[in-house]
């Protein structure tokens, strides 16, 4: 199991950028995707998640308006589209399988990418 995030950088604020998470070795349609970041000395804190099939989208409240989560299941990989950049944005950005959706949470597999850096500064 793989997964790869890329598009990460440094940008200014007010800026955009696209994160992509490239899925292999599982069944990708059938599993949940979310992105997750985490801060300099803070938690790990979820940003948003998007159904097995795309039909729904859920994100964390600093992010609604800004960020979009979406998917391509026939390219295996899951994207977050970020605008409206702020300083406080700043974290290594993961991301997240888990599923299959079909199974009990209890028994659902999690995987991780290794996490993309995310800076925004001027």
């Known amino acids: 199991v793989q997964l790869v995030e890329s598009g990460g950088g440094l940008v200014q604020p007010g800026g955009s950028l696209r994160l992509s998470c490239a899925a292999s070795?599982?069944?990708?349609?059938?599993?949940?995707m979310s992105w997750y970041r985490q801060a300099p000395g803070k938690e790990r804190e979820l940003v948003a998640v998007?159904?097995?099939?795309?039909?729904?989208?859920n994100y964390a409240d600093s992010m609604k308006g800004r960020f979009t989560i979406s998917r391509d299941n026939a390219k295996n990989t899951v994207y977050l589209q970020m605008n409206s950049l702020k300083p406080e944005d700043t974290a290594v950005y993961y991301c997240n399988a888990r599923g299959p959706w079909h199974v009990l949470p209890k028994y659902q597999f999690d995987y991780w990418g290794q996490g993309t850096q995310v800076t925004v500064s001027s």
């Open positions: 998007i159904t097995s099939a795309g039909s729904s989208t």
């Open positions: 070795g599982f069944t990708f349609s059938i599993y949940a």
